[in-house]
């Protein structure tokens, strides 16, 4: 039987654990791997990334050695600027295109951000901008010796983020595009439709009960739009 992987990128200073419990739910026929980031899991030290780029061709290594016969993609928040500058590099390395591809939480890459200022924050401002997107649990900030040691990696993904430079294709995305958005989120509704113009025969779109990190509550509901599309 042949697999189909599903390459996993994670959201800011997220790993591969993000995605293990989605993978319960899986069909046999798909196999998840998580592209772990440097500085964090099994990569913990190594050098972290501070730009879309160096992550980018990070996976292409992998993609390089391996060379999956069917595969997919899933990204999640940054992740889903990583999927998306990684479907033009395939390309660009004249390999077969995904089947498919998942991008969540994520308003389309040419949307204008207004940059946060992460490389001018000093610690005390990054944990509070940190504190303030909901993402990490509130045990993490009363133990500052752990925080010691996750924040130059969470700060290194959001610093690549807040300096992305998304540059127009004239090539829109060719394979079968699902969107996975929260109801809560902060991103609007309106940009996350958006996704339209950057996919040739558009997109599906479900949208989750919750906010920006609705995959806590929705690993079976996800894992089940997954298998049917592949």
């Not at 009363?142 to 700060?155: C, F, M, T, V």
């Not at 294709?169 to 809560?184: K, M, P, S």
């Amino acid at each position: 039987m042949t697999k189909t992987t599903l390459i996993c990128f994670p959201y800011a200073g997220g790993s591969s654990a993000i995605y293990k419990p989605i993978d319960g739910f899986l069909s046999e026929k798909i196999e998840l791997v998580t592209m772990e980031l440097p500085g964090r899991g099994s990569r913990f030290s190594e050098k972290t990334f501070t730009t879309i780029d160096e992550m980018v061709n990070d996976a292409l290594l992998w993609f390089n050695e391996n060379q999956p016969r069917n595969y997919a993609l899933l990204g999640y928040s940054m992740g889903s600027i990583v999927a998306y500058e990684f479907y033009y590099k395939i390309l660009q390395n004249r390999f077969k295109p995904p089947l498919h591809m998942f991008l969540a939480a994520c308003e389309p890459v040419g949307v204008k951000r207004k940059p946060k200022g992460i490389a001018q924050m000093s610690d005390s401002e990054f944990i509070n901008f940190l504190m303030n997107m909901n993402g990490t649990p509130k045990e993490v900030f009363a133990n500052q010796e752990l925080l010691d040691i996750i924040i130059p990696s969470i700060r290194a993904d959001f610093l690549a983020v807040d300096e992305y430079n998304y540059k127009p294709r004239n090539l829109q995305i060719g394979c079968d595009v699902t969107v996975f958005a929260g109801e809560d989120d902060s991103i609007s509704r309106e940009n996350i439709l958006l996704w339209d113009k950057y996919v040739r025969n558009g997109c599906k779109y479900k949208f989750f009960k919750g906010d920006h990190f609705f995959i806590r509550d929705s690993h079976n509901e996800i894992a089940e739009i997954i298998n049917k599309a592949l």
